[in-house]
């Protein structure tokens, strides 16, 4: 008889049946409930064909530049970053490109639907902004993912993923379009969202992933060329920071954000290599530091990067992630393992989790302290509800309940999902509770015979007997 598991054929051929079904689903969904927004993708009928043009053109221009640099981050810097498994890197980059195709499709169908409240239509109408948005959302999926790196199967990962965009959608819509609240670079909806929600199903599946705990100076851990391919994708993910959190902004605003970000990201990158040093016995530098708390910055300035918090107060709140980054992969994260068995493969509360509660705590203060007179006429650009006659101190309140509101559903969300998946059990070919399948490309992947010389490799893999 087959042994049990996603080694077996019989379950690669469940995945891939799974795959057509669901990639033809998406298909049909979109030939009901898509079209082309009419002066973007498609042409007004009352324009002349050269003043049409014109407006396309100079629609996509404005966006795009912005929205291909968050688009790489997400399939290039994001996959790679996760690269620092010593048998895990086929799958790292391999299934975060998988999961981003079925995402961002998913995700402009979801969010395209919560985004048309309260005047809900049956046809979505696409444009650039929607792609990008359905990128926003994909970042969520891959923090969770980032969770859960190395301990899920194939199936598991793009069940996750499906239940996962309709509650972040919901979070979303509640979020600015009930309460109001602003975070223009995702510090709360993005990457506080994905990372508790990745953490509440890594809790949740802790009876098949316990194990981990074990594997942890094994084939958890990284080799020299590993490392170098995740400070690659850091490196790249931090250079295109500035783009994430400015593209859905324009002028000025959009101007502000990229300063905001670009000196926090700076301020960041040497308190991270300071702390790194300081928290080191021997004074020496850790490279899982560099790859992530670097970032940190990024994520802590999402949630004001386009208030006028000066340069200054941006740097502030980089130097601040990125001692609340370092501190957490010190001493938080083991803690949390050895003490309530959460297992964080690549620490994502620690990169952005905590730096994103960090923003949207940044964003409640900047709201009630900065003078709404400084922005002038743009207040509307950055705050709607104000330009409306909301106050400065309920802008404020609705910032902290929006914050509020992402953790719990973040939470709640992510256990109810990990529920799922647990109950669905060897419907969706769970990795088994053993040293032979967790963090181990081979899986899922056909490998060649140097691949037996990388990390540990098990003595016994399934498929291997003679």
């Known amino acids: 008889m087959a042994a049990a598991g996603p080694d077996n054929p019989v379950s690669r051929k469940k995945f891939a049946i799974f795959a057509i079904v669901m990639q033809v689903v998406f298909i049909l969904f979109f030939g009901m409930f898509t079209d082309y927004k009419v002066g973007q993708a498609r042409p007004p009928p009352s324009l002349a064909a050269n003043a049409s043009r014109e407006v396309i053109v100079n629609g996509i221009d404005a966006l795009y530049p912005m929205f291909m640099d968050v688009h790489s981050m997400m399939f290039i810097g994001f996959g790679f970053l996760m690269a620092f498994l010593a048998r895990y890197g086929y799958s790292s980059i391999g299934l975060n490109f998988l999961l981003g195709a079925v995402v961002i499709q998913w995700a402009t169908l979801v969010l395209g639907f919560f985004h048309q409240y309260p005047d809900f239509s049956s046809t979505i109408e696409l444009e650039l902004t929607n792609l990008l948005t359905a990128d926003f959302a994909a970042a969520a999926v891959m923090i969770t993912f980032g969770a859960l790196l190395g301990k899920v199967s194939v199936m598991q990962l793009l069940v996750i993923a499906l239940f996962e965009i309709v509650i972040f959608s919901v979070n979303e819509m509640i979020g600015v379009k009930i309460f109001k609240a602003v975070d223009i670079g995702g510090s709360m909806f993005v990457h506080t969202f994905g990372a508790y929600f990745g953490l509440a199903v890594s809790r949740v599946l802790a009876p098949s992933t316990r194990h981990a705990r074990k594997i942890g100076s094994g084939k958890e851990a990284a080799v020299y060329h590993s490392d170098l391919f995740a400070i690659l994708g850091a490196i790249f993910l931090w250079l295109y920071w500035p783009s994430f959190n400015g593209s859905p902004t324009s002028g000025e605003q959009r101007h502000r954000v990229v300063i905001n970000t670009y000196y926090s990201l700076a301020s960041c990158v040497v308190i991270t290599f300071a702390f790194s040093s300081l928290y080191s016995k021997e004074g020496k530098l850790d490279m899982v530091h560099v790859q992530n708390a670097t970032l940190a910055g990024g994520v802590a300035v999402g949630a004001t990067a386009d208030f006028l918090i000066q340069p200054w107060g941006a740097m502030m709140l980089g130097a601040i992630g990125a001692i609340i980054s370092v501190s957490g992969y010190v001493y938080l994260q083991p803690f949390?393992?050895?003490?309530?068995?959460?297992?964080?493969?690549?620490?994502?509360?620690?990169?952005?989790?905590?730096?994103?509660?960090?923003?949207?705590?940044?964003?409640?203060?900047?709201?009630?302290?900065?003078?709404?007179?400084?922005?002038?006429?743009?207040?509307?650009?950055?705050?709607?509800?104000?330009?409306?006659?909301?106050?400065?101190?309920?802008?404020?309140?609705?910032?902290?309940?929006?914050?509020?509101?992402?953790?719990?559903?973040?939470?709640?969300?992510?256990?109810?999902?990990?529920?799922?998946?647990?109950?669905?059990?060897?419907?969706?070919?769970?990795?088994?509770?053993?040293?032979?399948?967790?963090?181990?490309?081979?899986?899922?992947?056909?490998?060649?015979?140097?691949?037996?010389?990388?990390?540990?490799?098990?003595?016994?893999?399934?498929?291997?007997?003679?």
């Open 336 to 466: 949390l393992l050895r003490k309530f068995h959460l297992h964080d493969t690549c620490g994502v509360h620690n990169l952005h989790g905590m730096p994103g509660i960090l923003g949207g705590l940044a964003s409640v203060i900047a709201t009630s302290s900065i003078s709404i007179s400084k922005y002038g006429d743009t207040v509307g650009s950055v705050y709607g509800a104000i330009a409306d006659g909301r106050s400065q101190n309920e802008q404020a309140g609705y910032q902290m309940a929006a914050l509020t509101l992402t953790v719990v559903m973040a939470l709640f969300g992510g256990a109810a999902v990990g529920l799922m998946v647990r109950a669905l059990g060897s419907t969706l070919d769970p990795l088994s509770d053993s040293e032979q399948e967790m963090f181990e490309d081979r899986v899922h992947w056909e490998v060649n015979s140097e691949f037996l010389t990388v990390g540990e490799a098990p003595d016994n893999m399934p498929g291997d007997e003679v």
